[in-house]
């Protein structure tokens, strides 16, 4: 793939061992890519990607709980996100789960592809639709609410 995406990567604490070592089984297709994180993944992330050889193109946000989903939504929201990991933790309740709900929904309002668990981050991953020129996806109809 000759296209540089933006790629979203997100883990809560208790996912965040499977995020890094996910990011460095996959650390040469990242590599290629530029990687927006929120704040403790993003640091724990780019160390792990170090360790291992590699010099990735890393952008921290704010932690979570501190605005880092909301932030990564507005990316979302200005399509300037290709592909989003989020590693969820379903057992344990957040602080800020209103900021969750709303990082989930943008990325379904504007078909933004959002793994949120490892197998669906490989498939996706591993898409030979991923980064294709000749791959649109269809754009969602929301015709009460366009943008003028
Ligand atoms: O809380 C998070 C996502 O909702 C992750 O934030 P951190 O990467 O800063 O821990």
Redesign the pocket.
Known sequence: MNQKLTIAL????HRKADMIEWAVYNAEFLSHHHLV??????SLVKSALEEAGYCPDIECMN???MG??AEIAALVVRNEIDLAVFLIDDLNP?P?EA??QMLLRQCRVHNTPIACNLASADLMISSRLLGSESYHPKEQQYVDFTRC
């Open positions: 997100v883990a809560h604490d994180c929120t704040g403790t993944t993003g932690s979570g709980p880092g989903d957040q800020h900021d969750i």
